[in-house]
């Protein structure tokens, strides 16, 4: 890899290279790495069919007739799970259900990198659990998973994926406590789960390369973790602008499935 003077010198070569020679630049940054930490958003899920929550075509623009009433967020909510579960599992029944939804080419290259020791870890922002069905092993999903639920009782029942899905209520409950069940999801409202947390910052804090993607990095907590990055090669693909655009080396405003492919393990 080419050798630059300082972190300015070395963004405004990498932001001048365009088409093929961006490629090039991104398999070498790949090839040079050993720690590569990949930190997705929902758009990493969007090539599988997967709505994300705010775009103009996203889940919560797309609200059935039902939930108009209720302001999106609060849908996906501490509050409405507790105060109105009936309207929390309804909604969560119609359009968080993705267990038939495949993986797409990025979650395989991602699985692929892990196999072949060059990355380290995946932290994502979405509950599909599409990369541990596509094979990847290290895993910190910071934002909890739609594959796991456990009854709200002092025991924490865990209870199998399709549990809320397939239960005959309104409001599902543990056939062993008769307490309440949910989903291992963070909703808002709620803390980040403290082990995520934990292992997503010590896998960033000791990555030498950061891939990010598909989000917008505007949600926080969880954007500001790729703060934690001191690294050399920084890389954002996402179809828009994000406010680290400029602080990155390489941006790709592109397909992620088509950028990801590009790379070879």
Do not use: W
Not at 104 to 111: E, F, I, P, R, V
Request: charged share 25%; hydrophobic share 35%.
């Amino acid at each position: 890899m080419m050798e630059f003077h300082s972190a300015r010198e070395r963004r405004a070569y990498y932001h001048g290279l365009t088409g093929e020679e961006k490629y090039a630049a991104l398999q070498e940054m790949v090839d040079a790495s050993a720690r590569i930490v990949f930190f997705g958003g929902a758009g990493v899920s969007t090539e599988s069919g997967i709505p994300d929550f705010r775009s103009k075509d996203g889940l919560y623009n797309k609200p059935d007739v039902q939930f108009q009433q209720y302001a999106p967020e609060y849908l996906l909510s501490h509050d409405c799970l507790f105060d109105e579960p009936k309207v929390f599992f309804e909604f969560y029944r119609q359009k968080l259900d993705v267990r038939s939804v495949e993986p797409n080419t990025a979650h395989y290259k991602l699985a692929e990198m892990e196999k072949a020791g060059k990355l380290s870890a995946i932290v994502t922002q979405n509950i599909d659990g599409l990369h541990e069905k596509a094979g990847s092993k290290t895993v910190y999903n910071i934002h909890g998973t739609t594959f796991r639920n456990y009854c709200t009782g002092r025991a924490h029942h865990e209870l199998p994926a399709d549990f809320i899905v397939e239960s005959g209520e309104a409001v599902p409950h543990c056939p062993i406590c008769g307490r309440m069940v949910r989903p291992d999801v963070t909703l808002y409202g709620e803390a980040l789960p403290e082990d995520a947390v934990d292992g997503a910052v010590r896998a960033i804090r000791e990555a030498d390369m950061l891939i990010i993607a598909g989000t917008s990095l505007t949600v926080y907590p969880a954007a500001s973790f790729v703060r934690y990055f001191g690294g050399e090669n920084l890389v954002i693909i996402n179809r828009d602008e994000t406010p680290m655009d400029r602080e990155a080396d390489l941006v790709f405003h592109e397909s992620i499935g088509k950028v990801m492919e590009r790379i070879h393990v």
